[in-house]
């Protein structure tokens, strides 16, 4: 059996399939390396980068040392499974050990698209143009309307989690906190506040985080696309508080009809803050130094503070801004609804049943 290493990271379950490894990055969850498929043929369908055929990128996930990162590695395999969209990252393949029990000594490796680049890098490296934009911003909402057609919530979605290429696609990618909202099981321990990176995150995730919907998608949808203008995040919040500020500073204070879709204290809380800073809805024009009104109507209908009144994925395709792009035949419903795997939430819950759901889910037939 080949074993590569990988800036000291052991790949020894990928050879001799997959070779010629080099180092792409790495997380707190595991380790990504570009790597060969000896055993690749192409197809008149191959959705490869051109220039690269048979190229992926492999990750391994680090051992599993407690239940909720098992859960949450259990989770995204189980949805990325089932995905088949071509604005979401796709799992080629998964190796896995043996037996069961030396997962937590091999690991994990996942086998995925490969792109060159993330929306995040792109940002810093260059200003982008009007059309690329759009065409982007299009391709997440495209995608973000087949995961939402799933049941399911993204729950993280930021420019790092959008990886892109020299073509100018665009896929979705990292469904480590996504969940299903289909039963009361999925739902039980998912509604926390401690999801989205705080640039990104809806208002009623901070203020009511016993309950949300899909539509905390859509508003770091809007903050993503106003972000691609500015070339800077648009509330870039240092805490909890600022965050809250920064977004009632751009968007004002919330109507009383508003104020009623949150928790009395937070309720409280937001209008003892108004008698201090007196929040006023800015022009949003001025704020990304932008005229055109497709642009700031979609953006501002994104950044709704009421979640019942923001725009979904579904609606947000049918806007004036994406007219150019817009095609109802070719934006695909998911044709399956995402099962609940959640056992538990409790780090302390024993591994060995999750590790036998995440053995199984790995088989080696699901990928042959």
């Known amino acids: 059996m080949t074993t590569y290493d990988v800036r000291g990271h052991s790949f020894e379950l990928v050879g001799p399939r997959y070779a010629d490894l080099k180092y792409l990055g790495e997380g707190a969850y595991g380790v990504v390396a570009r790597a060969k498929d000896n055993s690749y043929k192409p197809s008149e369908d191959d ?32 949805m ?8 979401i990252v796709s799992l080629k393949n998964a190796l896995r050990p043996a037996t069961a029990d030396l997962i937590q000594s091999q690991g994990l490796f996942l086998v995925m698209d490969i792109m060159e680049s993330d929306l995040h890098k792109l940002i810093k490296m260059q200003p982008l143009s009007e059309e690329h934009i759009a065409y982007f911003s299009y391709q997440i909402v495209r995608g ?70 899909k539509s905390i998608d859509m508003f770091s949808v809007g903050c993503i696309i106003a972000e691609m203008i500015l070339r800077q995040p648009l509330f ?30 937070a309720k409280t809380h937001l209008v003892s803050l108004n008698k201090k800073a007196s929040f006023v809805k800015q022009d949003l024009g001025k704020i990304l130094m932008i005229e055109d009104k497709n642009t ?8 709704m503070f009421n979640e019942a009144k923001r725009i979904s994925a579904v609606d947000a395709l049918e806007h004036a801004y994406f007219e150019e792009y817009h095609d109802p035949e070719d934006e695909p419903n998911a044709d399956m609804k995402f099962e609940c795997v959640d056992i538990s939430e409790d780090p302390k819950q024993s ?17 042959e």
């Open 296 to 303: 700031l109507s979609l953006i501002e209908d994104m950044l």
């Open 236 to 265: 870039p919040g240092k805490n909890y508080m600022d965050q809250i500020i920064r977004i009632l500073s751009l968007g004002g204070m919330p109507s009383e009809e508003d104020l009623l879709t949150i928790k009395p204290e």
């Open 144 to 213: 973000l309307k087949y995961i939402h057609s799933a049941d399911i919530i993204h729950r993280d979605l930021k420019p790092s989690n959008l990886l892109v290429n020299a073509n100018c696609d665009l896929k979705i990618c990292d469904f480590g906190l996504a969940r299903g909202t289909t039963s009361e099981t999925c739902n039980t321990g998912m509604q926390t506040e401690y999801v989205v990176t705080r640039w990104y995150r809806a208002p009623e995730v901070m203020l009511n985080a016993k309950h949300y919907t």
């Open 80 to 87: 990325m499974i089932k995905f088949d969209h071509e604005n």
């Open 47 to 78: 959705e490869q980068e051109e220039g690269q055929p048979g190229v992926f990128a492999i990750k391994k996930l680090h051992s599993f040392l407690n239940a909720t990162y098992c859960q949450r590695t259990l989770r995204e395999i189980k």
């Open 351 to 367: 591994l060995e049943p999750l590790l036998k759901k995440l053995f199984e889910s790995v088989a080696p037939e699901i990928f």
